[in-house]
């Protein structure tokens, strides 16, 4: 073997190493990607469980009622909800950028969608969408106005899709008419009825 068969062997070998070197390390950054897709929508999930768990905590009733009617509601609940529905319509817009860009799964950003567009459908979610909408980022505020004209009017809303919420209307609502509840929605010493 002569001394240029040897250089180009080993510059075969050579070229043959780089590749294999670069398609390890494009392995690895699809690993990397995978992985951080999953953390970030792990992440947003979490917030969405959280936020969950904050709107059927302690303040429940001002949420329920909020969803019902936000423009004559007592200053309190409006703050409330507006802080609830602003919290998610947030989470929709965060949502909606990691979809784009490929980190949610489309079954996942559906279900976001969906919940958002449902509180928005409320009686008290549409009232506080007039206002609510101007201060949101105005790429989820066009998204989800437009989502919002082409939904048929006879779909669920959020107080529907959770039959503990439509529950608690009712008993807050025998509870009023009885007297036993204060401006806030909270019952006197009944406790809470749920």
């Known amino acids: 073997m002569t001394l240029e068969n040897i250089n180009y062997v080993a510059q075969t070998i050579g070229v043959f190493a780089i590749l294999g070197s670069l398609l390890f390390v494009a392995r690895q950054l699809q690993q990397a990607q995978k992985i951080e897709r999953a953390a970030a929508q792990?992440?947003?999930?979490?917030?969405?469980?959280?936020?969950?768990?904050?709107?059927?905590?302690?303040?429940?009733?001002l949420f329920v009622k909020g969803l019902v009617d936000f423009d004559d509601a007592p200053a309190r609940q409006q703050g409330y909800i507006s802080t609830a529905l602003s919290d998610f319509v947030f989470i929709a817009e965060s949502a909606l950028n990691m979809h784009k860009h490929g980190f949610f799964s489309d079954g996942t950003w559906a279900g976001i969608e969906?919940?958002?567009?449902?509180?928005?459908?409320?009686?008290?979610?549409?009232?506080?969408?007039?206002?609510?909408?101007?201060?949101?980022?105005?790429?989820?505020?066009?998204?989800?106005?437009?989502?919002?004209?082409?939904?048929?009017?006879?779909?669920?809303?959020?107080?529907?899709?959770?039959?503990?919420?439509?529950?608690?209307?009712k008993e807050l609502q025998a509870l009023e008419a009885q007297g036993e509840t204060t401006s806030l929605g909270s019952a006197r010493s009944t406790g809470d009825a749920s």
């Open 42 to 61: 792990r992440e947003l999930l979490a917030r969405v469980s959280e936020w969950a768990w904050r709107v059927d905590g302690a303040e429940r009733d």
């Open 114 to 169: 969906g919940a958002a567009l449902a509180l928005l459908r409320t009686p008290g979610g549409a009232q506080w969408w007039r206002y609510g909408q101007r201060y949101v980022g105005p790429e989820i505020a066009a998204h989800l106005k437009k989502r919002l004209s082409e939904i048929d009017p006879d779909t669920p809303s959020f107080i529907d899709f959770a039959p503990n919420y439509r529950k608690r209307l």
